[in-house]
């Protein structure tokens, strides 16, 4: 009885289920489902503009000001908005979750990896630490686009490994790949690696051309129906542009020129620029032989496996490099505010091809040699040093206004002015309250010289001449403007892998 009910598909599933749901009683209770101040993100913002837009989903308010973000993720909490008023996703996070393992048991599958133990995998990299399992708990819009990656991976390689390629397959391939911009739109270019992966599994297939075709067509039918049915809330909402969060996302952008410095921060080690926190290397060493699998795979795994591994390795190091060079991806967010929800869908993959990496270099040695690249990237530190009053700096140190709070001084509306113009608070620098200081850490540019720290929005319009009479969200107490206390640039240098130990 036991060994039948092991063995049943649907089993892995129910200790997956049964894991989360004892996850979720970890951080709230049954009454968070009906009462808000149970909840410890009930005064987050995108938590809460998740929850007004389903709400005003399920009155059929389509007013614009009632949304900010895309709605694929708010729609699929609108139906239990009656039910539960203050944690309409519960049953779409959980649903999610599930869909994410099948698509990864899918993909865990074509590399070997029989149902239990994809499980343990997934179980592993999503639940066993909580820094991770808390962002499958609350609400994120990655929940949703997560599930969909895993199942576009998922069905494309299911279509890789198939003599005859299914169209039941390549339906559910097309509907994930449609959907995923309406989840998050900066996930579409990862959800087209898999497309293009299922179209060459479509077009490898030893078929008749009618069998090929009706593939194809059936991914490209499902997928424009899924993609249609998707847009009509869209246009009602926001119709032919973009949403109000894709916008805001826009202002921060991307800073691809320094994406070797905030892997650094990011990964390795932030203290020294941020005056505190933990790269994601030293909270999970296990990514680096996930990423030393990778590579195993796609250079010295079986023939009939290396396009998908090769397509995997993409996503992976396109997501990742996106998310480094998003400005407003930062060491001081990472953990406090849960921004690690961003990699979310990353750490299952990564955990997979640990995993394999370990086994197959058991049986072949010589293949562990694919982690020699990044132990030795994990050599180069990129820290500060003093430099002069003219010299390009990357770090400021100014003196604390009285009266500070971490979280006011974080977000709040200032400017630094230099040689070469302007700089906002958040856009395109960060300041961190440091126990007697304040860092600014530039984000877009250099700092040029000649600075000045601007703290309130009146002050600032009256040094430029046209006092308007604002005022900052956020008040910082004078006096304005400041200038550093110390600089400093970034020094490339070699040392220990300190992030692993």
């Known amino acids: 009885m036991i060994r039948r009910l092991a063995s049943a598909p649907a089993t892995p599933f129910a200790a997956l289920a049964a894991g989360w749901l004892l996850t979720w009683l970890r951080v709230a209770t049954p009454a968070a489902l009906h009462d808000p101040s149970v909840l410890y993100w009930r005064g987050w913002q995108d938590q809460s503009l998740y929850v007004r837009s389903a709400t005003a989903l399920a009155r059929g308010d389509f007013a614009a000001s009632e949304h900010w973000y895309p709605l694929l993720y708010?729609?699929?909490g609108t139906p239990f908005v009656g039910l539960w008023p203050s944690q309409p996703f519960f049953i779409a996070n959980l649903a999610c979750y599930l869909l994410a393992f099948a698509g990864f048991r899918r993909v865990a599958a074509a590399f070997g990896v029989r149902r239990w133990p994809a499980a343990a995998i997934f179980a592993a990299t999503t639940l066993v630490q909580f820094v991770f399992a808390k962002p499958w708990i609350e609400p994120w819009t990655t929940t949703a686009s997560a599930a969909l990656l895993w199942?576009?991976?998922?069905m494309a390689t299911r279509l890789w490994t198939e003599a005859m390629p299914k169209r039941r397959e390549a339906a559910i391939l097309g509907i994930a790949v449609a959907l995923t911009p309406f989840a998050r739109p900066g996930d579409a270019p990862i959800a087209l690696i898999a497309a293009g992966l299922g179209l060459a599994a479509a077009l490898r297939a030893p078929c008749t051309p009618p069998p090929r075709r009706g593939v194809v067509l059936t991914a490209f039918l499902a997928g424009g129906t899924a993609f249609a049915l998707a847009a009509i809330p869209w246009l009602l909402v926001y119709g032919p542009g973009l949403s109000p969060y894709m916008l805001f996302s826009a202002r921060y952008g991307f800073n691809f020129a320094w994406l070797g410095w905030k892997a650094y921060v990011i990964l390795v080690d932030p203290h020294a620029w941020f005056g505190g926190?933990?790269?994601?290397?030293?909270?999970a060493p296990w990514l680096i032989l996930g990423a030393a699998g990778l590579v195993q795979a796609c250079v010295t795994g079986p023939r009939d496996r290396r396009v998908p591994a090769i397509a995997l390795s993409a996503a992976a190091a396109l997501y990742t490099c996106l998310m480094l060079a998003y400005v407003d991806l930062l060491p001081t967010g990472l953990w406090r505010y849960n921004n690690v929800h961003y990699f979310k869908w990353l750490l299952p993959l990564f955990g997979l091809f640990a995993v394999r990496f370990v086994i197959v270099g058991a049986r072949r040695p010589a293949t562990l040699a694919s982690i020699v690249p990044f132990l030795l990237l994990l050599c180069v530190k990129i820290v500060p040093v003093p430099v002069g009053a003219d010299d390009p700096a990357r770090l400021l140190i100014f003196s604390q206004p009285r009266g500070s709070v971490w979280s006011d001084l974080y977000f709040a509306t200032a400017w630094i002015t230099d040689a070469h113009g302007e700089q906002r608070n958040s856009?395109?620098?960060h300041q961190i309250l440091d126990?007697?200081?304040?860092?600014?850490?530039?984000?877009r540019r250099p700092f040029a010289g000649d600075e000045r720290w601007i703290g309130d929005e009146r002050i600032a319009a009256q040094l430029a001449g046209t006092d308007t009479g604002g005022y900052a969200p956020l008040y910082l107490t004078g006096p304005w403007p400041r200038t550093p206390l110390r600089r400093y640039g970034a020094r490339v240098t070699l040392g220990w892998p300190s992030a692993l130990f």
């Open 74 to 76: 708010p729609l699929l």
């Open 151 to 154: 199942l576009a991976f998922g």
């Open 277 to 283: 926190g933990t790269g994601l290397l030293k909270v």
């Open 427 to 429: 856009f395109d620098y």
């Open 435 to 443: 126990p007697a200081e304040v860092r600014t850490v530039a984000l």
